[in-house]
């Protein structure tokens, strides 16, 4: 009996062992999938600086995410119904109901304080290259709540993104009151609520589609910014060209924008898609040239080229190309 007991446990283990690496390898074939959403997102939410930008020169932010927000739930509403995703709504668990409701709450202050930034300050290029506290702020709640194993590179590449930041925004006035731009508190905050839903989201993204969390985050919002529009009295009519640059924004950053970064989540780890988000303050330079015409200052570029930086050698780091020593 012993031997026929060893055998079967053994065969078993056999199993088990071959099941599990080829799971492993199939991930790994695909993880090019995982890039290449991370990237279409990157560029789509690029353009998003932009477009939002140029809307909110000429409209106020309750009409703004009106718009912007009703056209991106409609969006993703009609997508979800013609890809038959629909069907999956009724069979979510009352638990995930509930996640998906602070999810939402999550996202209303993200995005809340996000397009306040735009506004207030003056480059979309500036306020892209601060987005690069993002990742930072994923990597320390990944420590934190996910228990991810940090090193001291990855260390040096968040205290290069956090130095290039401040280098960004920093006006030149000792006094405090005075000494960051205008904006940057905004930016701050809104980074960690982003890379708070980024996280929660990458723990839970199995519990449901990224059209299903997509919906979720553009219905909630919406409804915010309804009762916003309604409150503030103001009236519907918006000039043409805003109208359109909404438009714009709300298909390339509230569609395929956050669809794409959650897709790359199923196929890369979150680290590794922030690799490729790190760029995005190049994208958004470019695309703002053609747009406006003009360039941040040269001490602004600097800045951002040192947080573009610290966020590639960290995410290197998390990626395991930069090994080193690690540590808890």
């Given amino acids: 009996m012993m031997p026929e007991i060893t055998y079967l446990a053994e065969a078993k283990s056999t199993l088990r062992f071959r099941f599990f690496h080829s799971d492993m390898a199939e991930i790994k074939s695909e993880e090019w999938k995982g890039y290449v959403y991370a990237l279409v997102g990157t560029i789509a939410f690029s353009s998003l600086y932009v477009f939002s930008k140029a809307g909110l020169n000429q409209v106020e932010l ?53 397009f306040m930034s735009i506004h207030a300050i003056a480059d979309p290029a500036v306020t892209s290259f601060l987005g690069n506290l993002f990742p930072v702020f994923m990597s320390i709640l990944g420590i934190t709540f996910l228990k991810e194993r940090f090193t001291w590179t990855e260390a040096l590449g968040a205290l ?18 005075k000494i960051l ?32 969390f997509n919906l979720n985050s553009n219905g909630w919002i919406f409804l915010f910014f309804l009762g916003y529009f309604l409150w503030s009295g103001l009236p519907v009519s918006i000039p043409v060209k805003a109208f359109q640059n909404i438009a714009l924004g709300a298909f390339f950053g509230s569609f ?72 808890r």
């Fill in 160 to 177: 290069m993104a956090i130095a290039g930041a401040f280098i960004i925004s920093y006006t030149g006035d000792l006094d405090w009151r």
């Fill in 62 to 114: 309750a009409q703004f995410g009106f718009y912007y927000f009703g056209m991106g739930f409609l969006i993703n509403l009609g997508f979800i119904l013609v890809s038959g995703k629909i069907k999956q709504l009724p069979a979510i668990p009352r638990k995930v109901w509930g996640l998906l409701i602070l999810l939402g709450a999550i996202d209303i202050l993200s995005n809340v304080t996000f």
């Fill in 181 to 212: 731009i205008p904006g940057t508190g905004l930016v701050v905050i809104n980074t960690f609520f982003a890379a708070t839903l980024s996280i929660i989201v990458k723990k839970n993204v199995k519990k449901a589609s990224p059209e299903v």
């Fill in 256 to 327: 395929i924008g956050i669809l794409s970064f959650y897709y790359s989540y199923r196929y890369i780890a979150a680290s590794r898609s922030s690799i490729i988000q790190s760029l995005k303050g190049i994208f958004v330079l470019i695309i703002a040239y053609f747009f406006f015409g003009n360039f941040p200052l040269p001490v602004q570029l600097w800045g951002g080229a040192i947080t573009i930086t610290g966020v590639i050698i960290m995410t290197l780091a998390q990626a395991g190309v930069l090994r080193v020593r690690k540590r």
